[in-house]
């Protein structure tokens, strides 16, 4: 089974622009939720969605945004990026199968992000 | 308070030692605990998880849980320079009528210095 996958890897843009990430989970998992990695703050909750609904977010402005499609696929929005931005977003899909495989994330490679 | 603590380290242990990774949470109601690892420059992995206070074992992998004193903690044994790697500590809280939530500690770096 293909695990999580994400586009682009890297990506390198300059402040002001925006961004979107993509993420395609493991098939059969219903759970995506995204997180921001950086060596001062780990790694940090974004959002989850489950079934198109977000379900939970996580302490972000609102530049911050996603959306998942009826396939599951999830896209994360950047709107106005900032110096700060600059980390590796991480997406990790879970499966509803029992309680263990249920708060098990599965994650993707990661699109590190560098902004100018 | 973080909500999850781990020391960032690095954890330096001679091979074939016992390493030993700590973290404490704040959330009472918090009932699930993972321990994930992460090499560098890749996408953070589950270990092991544990769910009822005690010992868990998995080969050379002991998680701890004492949810009284709210600390959780991950042995390993006989450490390989190949365990060289940061260990993330993961907690899922389920609150009534909401949904889970996991939350991160910052990681604890371990070098197994052959």
């Known amino acids: 089974k293909a695990g999580v996958t994400q586009t682009p890897r890297y990506l390198i843009k300059t402040r002001g622009q925006q961004v979107t990430l993509s993420c395609s989970p493991i098939?059969?998992?219903?759970?995506v939720s995204w997180y921001q990695q950086t060596p001062g703050q780990g790694l940090q909750f974004l959002f989850e969605y489950f079934s198109e609904t977000q379900r939970n977010k996580g302490n972000f402005p609102g530049r911050f945004s996603g959306r998942q499609f009826s396939n599951s696929r999830s896209e994360m929005n950047v709107s106005t990026l900032e110096l700060g931005d600059s980390a590796l977003y991480l997406c990790?899909?879970?499966?509803?199968?029992?309680?263990?495989?249920?708060?098990?994330?599965?994650f993707g490679p990661g699109t590190r992000l560098l902004v100018l | 308070q973080k909500e999850v603590e781990q020391n960032s380290g690095p954890l330096s242990v001679p091979e074939g030692a016992i390493a030993s990774l700590n973290c404490t949470y704040s959330d009472r109601g918090s009932q699930s605990f993972f321990w994930y690892r992460q090499y560098s420059g890749k996408s953070p992995e589950l270990i092991m998880f544990?769910?009822?206070?005690g010992d868990k074992e998995d080969g050379r992998f002991t998680a701890q849980l004492n949810k009284a004193s709210q600390y959780v903690s991950l042995l390993i044994r006989d450490s390989q320079p190949s365990d060289s790697a940061t260990y993330l500590c993961?907690?899922?809280?389920?609150?009534?009528?909401?949904?889970?939530?996991?939350?991160f500690g910052i990681g604890t770096k371990l070098q197994v210095i052959p």
């Open positions: 098939s059969g998992h219903r759970s």
């Open positions: 990790a899909s879970s499966n509803y199968r029992d309680r263990v495989e249920q708060e098990t994330q599965y």
């Open positions: 993961a907690v899922n809280t389920n609150p009534p009528g909401g949904y889970q939530k996991v939350t």
């Open positions: 544990i769910y009822s206070n």
